[in-house]
């Protein structure tokens, strides 16, 4: 077990990564959905009054709809999910790729490589394919993304899609969601 992230991750905003991340932060506040601390990290949010709004909550449920929630933009490119990945393997012929894969993830602080692009590609040592970083296949995760923003909530239900669909409408663009357990 351990907590589960939920991903807003934007495909088609034509704004720049700064703007959508302000917009969306005036978004999700004006909605009650997020409340901004004042001592808490850039980016860092936790319930709002209306925090259970955009998630399917059952029966039971406690008082807010989640843990935090994070807001990313940047004018540079990461992978997500950025939590901790098990293993990858190369979608054409399965060879353990991990170890050039997560060269271009993390440093060697294991802090997260930021990319001047999203289009980042490693060489398979078995088959030769050349892959961009979010073309390799999962373990534990069913899809990457190279983003330079997103919008994350940590230990929540499922979304609801007319909330997706109301958020899309205020962003201006679609959003695919995906889920991560982190450990
Ligand atoms: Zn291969």
Known sequence: MGTIARYL?????????????????????????????????????????????????????????????????????ILVPDEYVDGVSCPKCNADIIERWISEVRDDDGQRVEHVSSDVRILCPNCGAVLRLDQVKGETVAKFYMTDRYVCFWDARPFKPEWVAEFDRQMECHHETFDYWQT
């Not at 991340?21 to 999700?28: E, Q």
């Open 9 to 77: 991750i934007p495909i088609d905003s034509k704004l720049s990564a700064p703007e959508y991340g302000n917009k969306a932060k005036a978004a999700l506040l004006q909605m009650e959905i997020i409340f901004e601390a004042e001592d808490a990290p850039e980016g860092l949010f936790y319930n709002g009054e209306k925090s259970k709004e955009p998630f399917q909550i059952e029966p039971g449920d406690d008082e807010c709809g989640f843990e935090s929630a994070g807001i990313f933009s940047s004018p540079h490119f």
